[in-house]
C-alpha cells in the first residue's frame, strides 16, 4: 500500500445519534480507524463537524437549532466537548492530537495562509494529528452552507494531501436519490466532474447535519483541481478508512486530475 497524507473529513451524520446527540461510540470507533492508518504507514490530518451536535443540549437546546447566533451559540459549547472525546480516544492509542480552528479568511489571506500551513506542517512533523473544524463560533458560511466539505478540500489542497475521505451517511455518489428511487445505482468511479455528474448533488442527507452532495461535488472539484484524488464513504461502515486507502472500490472514487505535458 503506497503511504498517503491523507485528510479525513467526518460529518455531523457520522458522529450523531438519532436523536442528534454525539456518540462517543461513533468518535472512538473513527479515532481506531485513523489508528490503524497511521499503523499502515499514513499520516493523517482530521475535519470534523459535530460541534453544534455536540453542545446544544448543554445550552438548553431541545433539539438542533436553526438560527444561525443559536448554533454559534451550541457550537462554542460543543467544541471543547468535542475535542475533550476526541483527545480521550486518541490518547488510549498512544496518539497526540492538536486542535486547529480555521475560518474561510484563513485561505483567502497570504499571511494568515501560510501561518495555517506552518502550523499544520510542525504538528505533523512531531508526529501528531491535527483536528481541523471551522471556527463556527464566528464563521457563517460553513453553518450556512458546508459541513467542513469544502475546509477539508481547502486543507487537502494546502498540505499537498494524496488523498481526502469525506465520510458521511451515503455509501457514495449514486445516479438519483437512493433513499426515494430504487433504480438508483452507485458510482464506483468518477473520471471528469461532468455537468452531468456535477448535477447529482443534492439536498442535506439527515436533519443531524448542513452539507449535502452538492457541496461534496464543490469540494471534489477543488480537491482534483490540486491533484488530490476524493473518496465518499459511509462512515459506519467497518474499516472504510484502511479499505479506502488501499485502493478498494468503497463509495465513490474521483480522480485527480493530471497536468497533460
Do not use: W
Not at 200 to 211: D, K, P, V, Y
Request: hydrophobic residues 45%; neutral net charge.
Amino acid at each position: 500500500m503506497e503511504r498517503k497524507l491523507v485528510t479525513v473529513k467526518v460529518g455531523t451524520s457520522s458522529l450523531t445519534n438519532p436523536d442528534g446527540s454525539i456518540s462517543s461510540g461513533k468518535i472512538e470507533s473513527i479515532v481506531s480507524e485513523i489508528a490503524a492508518l497511521r499503523a499502515a504507514g499514513h499520516t493523517v490530518i482530521l475535519v470534523t463537524s459535530g460541534a453544534v451536535a455536540a453542545g446544544f443540549r448543554r445550552i438548553g437546546y431541545a433539539k438542533r437549532p436553526t438560527g444561525i447566533p443559536a448554533k454559534q451559540a451550541a457550537a462554542a459549547v460543543g467544541q471543547g466537548l468535542l475535542l475533550e472525546e476526541y483527545t480521550r480516544f486518541f490518547a488510549a492509542h498512544g496518539i497526540v492530537s492538536a486542535q486547529i480552528l480555521l475560518t474561510r479568511d484563513d485561505f483567502r489571506d497570504r499571511r494568515r495562509y501560510k501561518n495555517a500551513f506552518n502550523a499544520l506542517e510542525i504538528i505533523l512533523q512531531r508526529d501528531a494529528v491535527p483536528i481541523i473544524n471551522e471556527n463556527d463560533t464566528v464563521s457563517i458560511d460553513e453553518l450556512r452552507l458546508g459541513d467542513n466539505d469544502t475546509l477539508s478540500a481547502q486543507v487537502a489542497a494546502m498540505m499537498h494531501a494524496g488523498l481526502l475521505v469525506l465520510l458521511t451517511d451515503m455509501d457514495g455518489l449514486y445516479t438519483a436519490d437512493p433513499r426515494t428511487d430504487e433504480s438508483a445505482e452507485r458510482i464506483a468511479r468518477v473520471e471528469h466532474l461532468t455537468p452531468e455528474i456535477l448535477a447529482l448533488g443534492g439536498s442535506a442527507g439527515t436533519s443531524n447535519g448542513t452539507g449535502g452532495m452538492a457541496t461534496k461535488l464543490r469540494a471534489a472539484q477543488m480537491a482534483t483541481a490540486a491533484g488530490c484524488e476524493m473518496v465518499i464513504a459511509n462512515g459506519q461502515s467497518p474499516e472504510v478508512l484502511y479499505d479506502v486507502a488501499a485502493g478498494k472500490r468503497v463509495g465513490t472514487r474521483f480522480l485527480a486530475k493530471r497536468d497533460e505535458a
